[in-house]
C-alpha cells in the first residue's frame, strides 16, 4: 500500500498568530513547501461521526482575499458533495448559495 504525506509547516509570531503558512506533499521528492496565507482542514472521524476543524490564515490575508477563498471553498464543497452522494437537488442549492456569497462579496459578477 502506498502512503503519501502532506506536511503544512506554521510559523507563529511572538503572540501565535500565523506569520507563515506553508505545505508540501511527499509525492513529489523533489518538491519545496508552497506558501499559503490560509487554509481549513476538516476531519471526519470513523469512530465518533465527529467532524473536526482546523481553520488558520495569516494576519496579512486582506478581507478580499478571504472573500475569494470562502468563495471558491463553497463552490468546491458543494462539487465534493455531489461527486459523494450524486444528489443533484443538494449540489445545486449549495452552489447558488455560493453563487450568492460571491455575488455579495462582488468576487463574481452579477447574472
Do not use: C, H
Request: a negative charge.
Amino acid at each position: 500500500m502506498n502512503k503519501n504525506r502532506i506536511v503544512i509547516e506554521i510559523e507563529l509570531d511572538e503572540k501565535n498568530y500565523p506569520e507563515s503558512i506553508k505545505w508540501k506533499s511527499d509525492n513529489d521528492e523533489n518538491s519545496e513547501f508552497v506558501e499559503s496565507k490560509s487554509f481549513f482542514l476538516s476531519l471526519f472521524d470513523k469512530k465518533t461521526k465527529d467532524t473536526m476543524e482546523l481553520d488558520l490564515w495569516t494576519k496579512d490575508m486582506q478581507v478580499l482575499e478571504m472573500d475569494r477563498y470562502v468563495f471558491q471553498s463553497l463552490s468546491s464543497l458543494a462539487d465534493m458533495y455531489y461527486r459523494a452522494t450524486k444528489n443533484t437537488d443538494l449540489a445545486n442549492e449549495m452552489q447558488k448559495f455560493a453563487r450568492f456569497f460571491g455575488e455579495k462579496t462582488q468576487i463574481i459578477a452579477k447574472k
